[in-house]
């Protein structure tokens, strides 16, 4: 072990097997191995890993001063030569500092809401770091966190709390977030500087800690094994949000959405307090081995008071059902003839790397196989929340709907050696007529599977003026020893017209008003976004069946134009359409300006949304609420008038909803 300085307060001591200051040069090296623009250290980089790494340490520009980072810049100069000579005492310095000036902080913020705190409405300010700099010193920083203090109040009164509870919440959420300074840990300080380097590389490198693996492998293959909850913190209490369908927790009928969790022991020994606990220190306590047993002391509110409980739970696998590929089959109407749509929801490109293990291109396909059954008569694949995942996943997915050939094109870090993933299934799935849903959200293997279908014409694109913009491929790399893992970006994306969906995404054939149709949302307006290329075409033949089995109609070019047109007509009745555009004028309008009167307006819509928060939605209500959604309406319309135009070439004028 390093007998180096601790953090100030450091409650986790360093352990053998975790992450150490001497392994952070090799860690470096690794990422500029496989990094498809970067291969060395320079000043450029040193000047990104600091400016990263103060973006990390206080990303709201409230801490520090002006002279603080300068301080800071001081003491990471020549950092690369401090890392491979193990010394990591800078970031020691720099963690110690924080500390001081959260400490600094929270006092201030206390005694400004002592007795004599006058609430003003009145107050407005720019909270937007991009937008800021840091503090000249520090009454230039008190007299900004008074404005923000006033805001923070304004939120608790905009949900009908009274001024001495909002008061006390606020002085809580300070004690809060010096405490949980106080607990930072080495391995969390060598793990923060190792992110700071990935993302000084470009936006989508990152570091996982052995946690954020730990999550990133749960996501991908939609399991885990623990008691089955949605947890989240909230005024330093571990809340249940749901229940996941099926988990030990709902099975068990002990726990309800709205517990608090105060304490957690195994199936031997002492229970620990979690009250104000960090919220993935909880949730590493509560997961464990199928079989093994978890207690639990849980605060209910029955009537005006509360329950207090221990229950016992043992441990189950957990499938994340919520997050996986699943469809609706909707009957709709055209002219007096039923139709039925197929309306796939695709949250992510999950893949389970274990031999067996579940992938969304699998569960694509059986979902499929039903729509087939059930003869539908189109397919809506909605892929507006989806912000990638797999890149084997979106190739099968794309071939899903075409016979085989070429889907993306790979760059690599040597030029000219670029690699085409294609499908090599030729059934056809599904050759019907088909619409996919895009926002500004849908992001990497979505642009992937969007974008080639419309390169092949085999599905018209609805939703936000284009994608996000993400045409750059990750590798997730393990660390030996357990030390985590690098995500480091490998090459770029090209679809097969030739373009990179980096910056320019996959614009829409027919645009609805969307929520996030702005410009701060997108890949050119990260960090270091790695510049956009181009390659020549290389869609291929195979793919297109035009008799026989399996074969499909491309979209023609003349059929965009009334697709267009009608949707437009529609889109200009639609009251849910209307708002959008209304809020995103709004947005655009106020800019960067945070007004505390606003926030006290919008009192409403913070009603709606606390009520919907204590509403124990089943599947079944969130399923209700998702076929609400305007974008999905609209683009299950635009399908129906694509049926029109393959079948007749023309749309009528009575085509309507069911």
Not at 626 to 636: F, V
Request: charged share 35%; glycine share 6%.
């Amino acid at each position: 072990m390093e007998k180096r300085k601790k953090p100030i307060g450091a409650i986790a001591l360093q352990k053998k097997d975790g992450m150490e200051c001497r392994y952070i040069s090799m860690i470096e090296d690794g990422f500029l191995k496989y990094h498809v623009s970067y291969n060395k250290r320079d000043k450029e980089l040193e000047t990104r890993v600091i400016e990263q790494h103060l973006k990390k340490l206080d990303p709201s520009k409230i801490y520090f001063t002006q002279e603080d980072t300068e301080r800071l810049k001081e003491l990471m100069k020549n950092l690369f030569d401090k890392t491979k000579k193990n010394d990591c005492d800078f970031l020691v310095e720099a963690q110690n500092l924080l500390l001081k000036r959260v400490q600094e902080r929270a006092e201030f913020a206390k005694k400004f809401l002592g007795k004599d705190y006058k609430f003003d409405d009145k107050t407005e300010f720019v909270y937007d770091p991009d937008q800021k700099k840091f503090p000249k010193n520090q009454d230039e920083a008190n007299e900004f966190l008074k404005k923000y203090i006033h805001f923070q109040i304004s939120n608790y009164l905009a949900t009908d709390l009274k001024l001495k509870e909002a008061i006390d919440k606020v002085k809580k959420n300070y004690d809060l977030a010096v405490k949980r300074m106080k607990e930072t840990s080495l391995d969390d300080l060598y793990s923060g500087y190792l992110d700071s380097f990935a993302r000084s590389l470009d936006p989508h490198s990152s570091f996982f800690s052995r946690d954020v693996l730990d999550d990133f492998q749960i996501q991908m293959s939609l399991s885990l094994e623990g008691i089955g909850a949605t947890l989240s913190s909230e005024n330093g209490f571990t809340v249940v949000e749901q229940l996941v369908p099926g988990g030990a927790a709902a099975k068990s009928g002990l726990v309800e959405p709205q517990d608090k969790i105060i304490a957690v022991g195994q199936e031997k020994g002492e229970m620990e307090n979690v009250i104000d606990m960090d919220l993935k220190d909880v949730v590493k306590k509560i997961r464990g081995p199928k079989g093994t047993k978890v207690r639990l002391t849980i605060l209910r509110k029955e009537g005006e008071g509360k329950k207090r409980k221990d229950i016992t739970l043992v441990r189950d696998k957990v499938n994340l059902e919520d997050e996986a590929a699943q469809i609706h089959f909707l009957d709709k109407e055209i002219n007096g003839q039923k139709k039925k749509i197929g309306l796939i929801n695709l949250p992510s490109f999950y893949a389970d790397s274990k031999r067996g293990g579940r992938s969304a291109a699998d569960d694509m396909k059986k979902l499929l196989k039903q729509a087939r059954e059930n003869k539908v008569d189109g397919i809506v694949l909605d892929l507006s929340n989806n912000g990638g995942g797999s890149l084997d996943d979106a190739v099968n997915i794309a071939g899903l709907f075409f016979k085989t050939g070429n889907v993306v094109k790979q760059s690599s870090k040597t030029e000219g050696r670029e690699q085409v993933l294609e499908d090599t299934d030729k059934m056809v799935d599904w050759a019907g007529p088909m619409v996919v849903l895009t926002s500004r959200i849908s992001a990497s293997a979505s642009e992937i599977v969007s974008g080639a279908l419309q390169d092949y014409k085999r599905a018209v694109v609805v939703g936000g003026d284009h994608t996000f913009g993400k045409g750059s491929v990750q590798s997730v790399l393990p660390i030996p020893g357990q030390l985590g893992a690098i995500k480091v970006t490998v090459g770029m994306f090209f679809i097969p017209g030739g373009n990179s969906t980096q910056h320019r995404g996959v614009s829409a054939d027919v645009t609805l008003p969307g929520p996030y149709s702005t410009d701060e949302i997108g890949e050119k307006s990260l960090d270091y976004s790695l510049p956009p290329k181009k390659v020549e075409p290389f869609l291929s033949k195979e793919a297109y069946v035009t008799e026989g089995d399996g074969s499909w109609k491309e979209i023609k070019e003349d059929w965009f134009k009334a697709l267009k047109e009608k949707s437009s007509q529609r889109v200009d009745k639609s009251t849910d359409f209307k708002k959008v555009v209304e809020d995103l004028k709004k947005a655009k309008d106020k800019g960067k300006v945070i007004k505390v009167s606003d926030v006290l307006k919008d009192k409403e819509k913070n009603e709606k949304t606390k009520k919907d928060k204590k509403k124990r939605f089943s599947k079944d209500e969130r399923n209700k609420e998702y076929l609400k959604r305007a974008d999905i309406n609209e683009s299950i319309q635009v399908l129906l008038d694509l049926i029109q135009l393959e079948n007749s070439n023309t749309i009528t004028e009575n085509s309507k909803k069911d």
